[in-house]
Structure formats: C-alpha cells, structure tokens
C-alpha cells in the first residue's frame, strides 16, 4: 500500500526525509498510527490489546515503508493501545515513531482527536491540549472550536507547561513539509487542473481498478456447467436488487459526503447501465428492485443477475456484530434464485454472511465497493475480460469465527485467504482448489 506514497509525491532521491515533486504533486499521509485495524471485535475508535512486539510486527511495519518512502503526514488515531489513547501516547509518537523510526515530517491528530483523549470527549480541554501536544502531536485538527485551543495552548505555552522546545519542534517539522511542498512560492492550488477531475481516462483506470478486483467466489452449482461467462446474446434477462441501479450504494461512505448516500449521488455507470450497454440490442433486459417470490417464475428468462449488499457507512456506522446484508437484499436472492439462475454480485466493504444462501446461488462475485465505473463489471462477468482478484482478507462463515487469520489451529473459512477463481477454473475443482491455497498460505505466512 506504501507504493501510493510515490505515486502521491513523486521519488524520494533518499530515504527517511519528506519529499514533494515540484508540479501537481501532494503531502502524502499515513495513518492512522498505530493499531486502529487491531481493535477488539473490530470497533472503530476503541482499544487494540497486544504486546509490543506483535504491535510493531502487525501494525508499524508498514510505517516503516512510508517513513523510507519520504511521507510527509502521519496522521494519529483515534484509538487506544492496551488502553492508553494513542493521541496522548508519547512512547509510540516521540520515542518510537519520532526517534527511533527517524520521522522528519509531521504529526496531526484526527478530527477532534485530542478532544477524545477524555471520556466523556472535552471533559477536560487543557488536559487534551497539554498531554497531546507534549506526546508529540505538531498539528491539530480543530475543525470548530480553534479559538478555544489556540487560547488553551498559549496559556500552556506561557506557564511552562508546554516548553519552547516542543513548539519549536513542531513548527520545525511543520515547515519543513511547506517548504518541500513550495507553499510560499505557490501557496494555492492550481486550479488548470480542476477540469481533469473525473476526464475519461481517469475512469479508464478506474474501469480497470473494477475488472482486477473482483473475486470470483462460485461459478455453477456441482456436477452442473458453470454460468460464467454470461452470453450476451439472449432473449431475456432479469436484473434484480437494491444496489443494481444505484451508484450511491456502489461507491459506499467517503463518497461526496462523510457517511456517503443511496441514490444518484455522483455521476457514473450503475450495474444496470453496464449490463444493458454490453448485451445484444435484442435482448429484452427486465429490472425489479425488490422482485417478490413469484415474479421470476414462468416468465423464461435466460438467467437473472442479482445485485445486492450493504448500504453505505464509514468509520463507527459501520460497527457490525452481525455482519449481514439487509434483509430486503437476502429476500431478493431467494425470491429470484429459487426460481432461475442466477449470478449474486455483492456489494460490500468486507466479507459478510452469506453461507446460508450459498447454495441457491448458480455464482457469485464479491464485488466490494466499486465505485463509479460500473462497466468495469460488465466487462468481466460477459466474458471480455476473466476474473484475476483474489480474496484480500479470509472469509468466515460466521461472525463466531473471528478473528479469522491464516495459521489459526481451527481454520475453517468459507472461502479463504487468497482465494478466487477464473472463469477457467470449475466449481468442482473448488474443494482441491481450497486445499492447495491453504498450503500455500500457510507457507507464505510463515516465510
């Protein structure tokens, strides 16, 4: 993931130091240091509980990269480690990220994160300000209340709480990231490039970001032929589900707004649209957001595509003990896979429960959240292109499993680490298929 540090700021010429091309280059910034994807149950904001050793082998690696990377920002988190807020932890911020890893860019809290350092949040202000910012926090994103902090800090700052030296080393590090971005030769964004934003070749990427990342997880019932690709050439055709036309829910939370939206919230191509553009103009495509159990039957339809998943959120909205799709989406694939074939895309920002409708499904493709380029999956599901993601993370088969990681006595997964297959790779091969990526795993893990 360090590679999009380059991508952003251009080749540092060395390593450990900020850097920022001239010309259309941006700070980079890493975060959320350190463990927030190590919480217990997985709850955004809360407390990640493990040694120091598992912390650096898990957590702080990848910040290692980045700092070689010349990332500019780090961005600490909201969360807490063995029950210390990391926004007031000056161990892992001064001592370790500072001096040990060698970071010479700067720190910033999150959005009101050095409020959050006290529960309830801003329970005691000049408590947040003056441990924060003597961890070793240089910039503080105060989205509201900046007059308040900057008076709580001058006062720290007057009586000694908060030495000179602390300041200076903020505003050092801070300056030294302006200077290599040139903001006082050019304090202002170059507005030339707005008209750029969304162009046709930057959708092309994004098309092609779609085809490479979705997972083929089923494809044909057993001792059935698969249904992959689907023909494009057919009389008639069912499309079917709450995120088939709806390219709110296709690109999740973090979408023009925080938590994101359903609806018609950004131009793009739905799945809809997609599958209409790229079958034959005599196929007669049907569309039911929400078919009922009948609606499917006696109607000769070649196959139908079901199209469901989880609505948008980010951050603590998305907090799940059960990890399931909404109800109205599960009704969907039984009312409509009962009665015809039919290929499931799921829309998700994760793996979800889905073991107990496996077996009504003739294939499924894990889609995740594929934002605005919906053709993208047109492209691989009709045969243009063959399905080359595999599974980032492992997938359960209930939430009673997780944690769930590769090397755990009693892994069972649904589908595991690394899996996924092409449309040259038949269902019935599934359960050999199973076995040898998980020797192959388990030997990747342990090198």
């Not at 210390?84 to 000056?90: G, T, V």
């Not at 709580?152 to 908060?162: E, F, K, Q, Y």
């Not at 296709?250 to 950004?266: D, K, L, R, V």
Request: aromatic fraction near 8%; hydrophobic fraction near 40%; glycine fraction near 8%.
């Amino acid at each position: 993931m360090t590679e999009i540090i380059t991508g952003l700021q251009g080749q540092a010429p060395t390593t450990n130091t900020p850097f920022v091309e001239s010309g259309s280059r941006v700070a980079a910034c890493a975060k959320h240091f350190v463990g927030d994807g190590g919480t217990v149950n997985g709850v955004d904001e809360s407390n990640t509980v493990i040694n120091y050793k598992k912390l650096v082998e898990i957590h702080m690696v990848p910040y290692v990269d980045a700092i070689a990377k010349g990332v500019s920002t780090v961005m600490i988190s909201y969360s807490s480690w063995n029950g210390h807020k990391m926004h007031n932890n000056h161990y892992l911020i001064t001592q370790i990220l500072k001096s040990r890893l060698g970071f010479k860019g700067f720190t910033i809290s999150d959005w009101e994160g050095i409020d959050r350092v006290t529960c309830p949040w801003h329970r005691n202000y000049t408590y947040s300000v003056l441990s924060s910012v003597n961890a070793g926090i240089d910039m503080v994103m105060v989205p509201f209340q900046y007059a308040s902090f900057i008076n709580t800090l001058t006062s720290l700052v007057t009586d000694g709480s908060i030495s000179m030296e602390r300041v200076d080393d903020a505003v050092r590090r801070i300056l030294r990231v302006k200077f290599t971005l040139g903001l006082f030769e050019q304090p202002f964004s170059n507005r030339s490039l707005t008209s750029s934003v969304g162009q046709s070749d930057h959708r092309e990427l994004a098309r092609e970001a779609v085809r490479k990342s979705l997972v083929l997880l089923k494809n044909g019932q057993t001792g059935n032929a698969e249904l992959l690709p689907l023909s494009k050439n057919v009389p008639r055709i069912l499309v079917a589900g709450s995120h088939a036309n709806d390219i709110g829910n296709q690109c999740g939370g973090w979408t023009i707004s925080w938590q994101g939206a359903a609806g018609n919230t950004t131009p793009g191509t739905t799945i809809l649209q997609a599958i209409s553009n790229t079958v034959a103009t005599t196929t007669q495509v049907d569309f039911q957001e929400a078919p009922d159990a009948n609606y499917a039957k006696g109607k000769n339809f070649s196959y139908a595509i079901v199209v469901v998943g989880e609505t948008p959120y980010t951050e603590y909205e998305g907090d799940s003990t059960t990890l399931t799709i909404p109800s109205e989406g599960i009704q969907t694939i039984q009312n409509v896979c009962s009665s015809v074939q039919c290929l499931v895309i799921l829309i998700s920002g994760r793996p979800v429960i889905i073991e107990p409708y496996l077996p009504v499904m003739d294939a499924l493709v894990a889609a995740w959240l594929p934002g605005t380029e919906g053709q993208g999956i047109a492209d691989v599901i009709f045969g243009d292109q063959d399905f080359v993601g595999k599974l980032p993370r492992t997938w359960m088969r209930t939430v009673a499993q997780l944690p769930l990681n590769v090397g755990d006595p009693a892994y069972d997964p649904l589908f595991p680490y690394g899996f996924g297959l092409s449309m040259n790779i038949s269902t019935t091969a599934l359960k050999n298929y199973v076995v040898k990526k998980q020797v192959v795993v388990f030997f990747e893990s342990s090198a």
